[in-house]
């Protein structure tokens, strides 16, 4: 296979995404952020009138998914991450999400020499054979403290106990799920950013990447 890949995991709010996209900038590499194909379902089964439950109707609008959807700024909000964290527990939903995640690792766009791919599962089910792979973390208050922030600069209602329980209540599902759940890869390198600011994260995730890719004796990166 050979191709050059980065997988990003780690729970929600740790800041994986704006990682994963810096990452990619940097290394000149294609980034997919696969949390937007469940948001995505999401936001098709809302629409659709559907149950989250409903593991057939949410497989069937996932196998469906719009890629040029996923740029959509709705995917963002609050309800549609705590429906995605619902519907992404059901195995064919998560079946029917798996070819188009392999695909962008394997055959980047735009001729990438490679991707980024950031989520829950990349480093033990997408792509085990990632290239390097890190866990991204923080404490459920610093993750908490920067949703707040966020939702505060965006603008929407924000309540601090209710962000709280809603990032505890996800990281249950998230990593109690038998289907691929949130786990740490055993050949990842732990993150923890807690302490640290976008720019001190970007740094370690730099040093991190540059020692995997010498002791892979790569000099991609
Ligand atoms: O990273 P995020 O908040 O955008 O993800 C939304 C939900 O999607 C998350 O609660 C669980 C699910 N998800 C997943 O199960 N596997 C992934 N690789 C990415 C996201």
Known sequence: MGAFIIAVDGPAAAGKGTLARRLATELHLAHLDTGAL?????????????????????????????????????????????????????????????DYQRNFAYHPPNEAKGA??????????????????????ASLEA????????????GAPADAAAVLADLQARDERDSKRSAAPLKVATDAVLLDTSGLDADEAFGAAMSIVRARTRSFGSSQA
């Not at 996932?62 to 995917?75: E, F, N, T, V």
């Not at 980024?116 to 973390?137: H, Q, S, Y």
């Not at 908490?144 to 922030?149: D, H, K, Q, Y």
């Open 143 to 154: 993750r908490a403290g920067r949703r707040l922030r966020e939702l505060e600069t965006s």
């Open 116 to 137: 980024v791919l950031d989520g829950r599962d990349i480093g033990t089910v997408i792509c085990p054979e990632a290239t390097v792979k890190l866990f991204v973390t």
């Open 38 to 98: 469940y948001r995505a379902t999401a936001r098709d089964v809302l629409a659709a009138g559907l149950d989250p439950a409903d593991a057939a109707g949410a497989a069937e609008l996932a196998g469906k998914l719009d890629p040029a959807s996923l740029a959509d700024p709705g995917l963002r909000g609050e309800e549609i991450g705590r429906v995605a964290s619902i519907v992404s527990v059901h195995p064919a939903v998560r079946t029917a999400l798996l």
